[in-house]
């Protein structure tokens, strides 16, 4: 498994790239968020046309990096969801020129009076549509279990069942279920339930005080004062990749440290460098 970061996580000083800061971290892979206007924000590089697409892929040859999966924000249950599909299908065919494996996308809807049901039943609809659309293609797409719904496993197996696709899988967030309010001790149990569907990951943690860590929470309970580096968190990461390793994964390993803006700017270097040696002390 490589270690790989979300570029949203890797730390810039005025006048460095993203390029700068990933050498200086040694990491050589790295997640991509692409806008709905198919521009890869992190480098202000669109990524619309095939000459664009093909400098893209150049700048990534030369300095030795790969993109373990494009990021997108979508919202298969709002009004414009048909634009997010769309979108999602560039994306395939975006990642497909990058020999990218996976392509993340999100259950999440602004639309927060939705049935659970309801946003399943969208999502599972413009899924299908997408893969239809994209069909042969060996891009997955990797739902991230986020926010309110896709955190549920319900809401999962049944978005699971309904769409009925191998390329289907999640962006496996360690944080997330923990985020949502699962004692410590009934993490591992989901993380071995879905390890089978794995096609990418966002590496994160918690350090919830251990009167909490052990019962069941309110959703988000005081998530911006706990969330921290890899670490310093309450979930054990070496058991983690274990259960991903015993499942078959042999994909990314990217850290999405949600913590840095607790710390200066001058020491946010070496935070993530310390999550990369978390990482690498899981292997």
């Known amino acids: 498994m490589e270690i790989a970061v979300r570029d949203a996580c890797v730390p810039l000083i005025e006048e460095q790239s993203l390029w700068d800061a990933l050498r200086l971290l040694g990491i050589a892979s790295v997640e991509l968020a692409i806008d709905a206007e ?34 997108l924000a979508t919202d298969f249950s709002g009004v414009d969801a048909d634009a997010h599909v769309a979108w999602t299908i560039r994306a395939v065919a975006l990642a497909e020129e990058l020999e990218v494996p996976a392509v993340r996308i999100d259950a999440f809807t602004a639309d927060r009076a939705l049935s659970a049901d309801v946003v399943r039943d969208n999502v ?36 699971f069942a309904a769409v ?35 096609k990418h990951t966002h590496m994160k943690n918690i350090n919830y005080p251990l009167e909490m860590a052990h019962q069941r929470r309110p959703v988000g309970w005081e998530y911006g004062q706990y969330r921290c580096p890899l670490d310093e968190g309450n979930i054990d990461l070496s058991r983690v990749v274990r259960i991903l390793r015993e499942a078959g994964y042999q994909r990314d390993l990217c850290i999405e440290n949600e913590s840095l803006n607790r710390y200066p700017e001058s020491q946010r270097l070496e935070i993530i460098r310390r999550d990369i040696r978390a990482l690498q002390r899981c292997e």
């Open 38 to 71: 198919m521009t890869a924000k992190s480098l202000q590089q669109p990524v619309q046309t095939a000459d664009q697409i093909r400098e893209l892929r150049g700048r990534l040859g030369e300095r030795g990096v790969r993109v373990c999966a494009l990021l």
């Open 124 to 159: 599972a609809r413009c899924v299908r549509r997408i893969l239809a659309e994209t069909a042969g293609s060996g891009v997955d797409l990797a739902l991230e279990n986020h926010a309110f719904h896709s955190n549920d496993p319900a809401f999962l197996d049944g978005l």
């Open 164 to 198: 009925n696709d191998d390329r289907l899988g999640l962006t496996l967030d360690t944080g997330n279920f923990y985020w949502f309010g699962y004692p410590l001790e009934e993490l591992y149990g989901l993380f071995a339930k879905y390890a089978g569907r794995v």
